[in-house]
């Protein structure tokens, strides 16, 4: 997944507070859901969003399916965000 989709799925606010959730740690879509006033059909769409943009991954456990944030895609980012300052990032 490229930049501008990375950049696109974190504009919208609803999946930004969605990976706020998943700094607490892995949680269904169910537990996900309980949070906003949203249907789950468009909860189930806002994590595919994520999930394509690989900034979230999920994991299968019996008839579940848990989310966690992909903390990798983030330091792309922010090592991208980093040279745009003129700060270079010690591994470059």
Same mark, same amino acid.
């Given at each position: 997944?490229?930049?501008?989709?990375?950049?696109?799925?974190?504009?919208?606010?609803?999946?930004?507070?969605?990976?706020?959730?998943?700094?607490?740690?892995?949680?269904?879509?169910?537990?996900?859901?309980?949070?906003? !006033? @949203?249907?789950?059909?468009?909860?189930?769409?806002? %994590? =595919?969003?994520?999930?394509?943009?690989?900034? /979230?991954?999920? +994991?299968?456990?019996?008839?579940?399916?848990?989310? !966690? @944030?992909?903390?990798?895609?983030?330091?792309?980012? %922010? =090592?991208?965000?980093?040279?745009?300052?003129? /700060?270079?990032? +010690?591994?470059?």
């Amino acid at each position: 997944m490229g930049m501008n989709e990375t950049l696109k799925a974190i504009s919208d606010p609803v999946r930004r507070d969605i990976m706020n959730l998943l700094k607490g740690g892995k949680k269904s879509a169910g537990e996900i859901g309980e949070h906003f !006033q @949203l249907t789950g059909a468009t909860v189930s769409y806002h %994590l =595919s969003k994520l999930k394509a943009a690989d900034l /979230i991954a999920e +994991e299968r456990y019996k008839n579940f399916i848990y989310y !966690q @944030l992909n903390t990798s895609v983030f330091e792309e980012v %922010l =090592s991208w965000i980093y040279t745009l300052g003129g /700060i270079r990032n +010690e591994n470059d």
